[in-house]
């Protein structure tokens, strides 16, 4: 099974993400998952729901403890999944600038109830130690 939705965006493409699923019911579950559930996928996604476009010296700023390596590949995979958009900034120096797509905007709702729940149901660690990683 493939999953599609008959839609288009503002700029008259198709928003959506194909995936081949076998049929089961959780598929758009790991599927979304296979999407935005690596270690920082969510973080990024967030932060620039939460803050705009960044380019990617702010953007690494705003998530805290990511590499320059790990963060251009995970912003590699968003933009090859249609949630992040690279754009060239034309100025001296050039710069790029991150921004989410509408199919990124479209998280808004998951992102935001991750948070949401977060917040009612965890507790910060008494050490770095005892984190989850």
Request: charged share 30%.
């Given at each position: 099974m493939s999953?599609?939705?008959?839609?288009?965006?503002?700029n008259g493409e198709d928003p959506t993400v194909q995936v081949w699923?076998?049929?089961?019911?959780w598929c758009p579950v790991?599927?979304?998952?296979?999407?935005?559930?690596?270690k920082w996928h969510p973080v990024?996604?967030?932060?620039l729901l939460d803050r705009g476009p960044l380019g990617f010296?702010?953007?690494?700023k705003?998530?805290?403890?990511?590499?320059?390596?790990?963060?251009?590949?995970?912003?590699?995979?968003?933009?090859?999944?249609r949630l992040v958009n690279r754009e060239i900034v034309n100025q001296k120096p050039v710069r790029?600038?991150?921004?989410?797509?509408?199919?990124?905007?479209?998280?808004?709702p998951v992102i935001f109830a991750m948070r949401d729940w977060g917040?009612?149901?965890?507790?910060p660690a008494e050490d770095e130690s005892s984190s989850m990683a």
């Open positions: 999953l599609r939705f008959e839609r288009m965006d503002m699923c076998a049929g089961e019911d790991t599927s979304t998952m296979k999407l935005i559930g690596k990024i996604i967030h932060r010296t702010a953007l690494q705003e998530v805290d403890g990511v590499s320059s390596k790990v963060l251009s590949d995970a912003l590699d995979d968003l933009e090859e999944n790029v600038e991150y921004s989410l797509t509408d199919l990124g905007l479209s998280l808004e917040m009612e149901h965890l507790e």
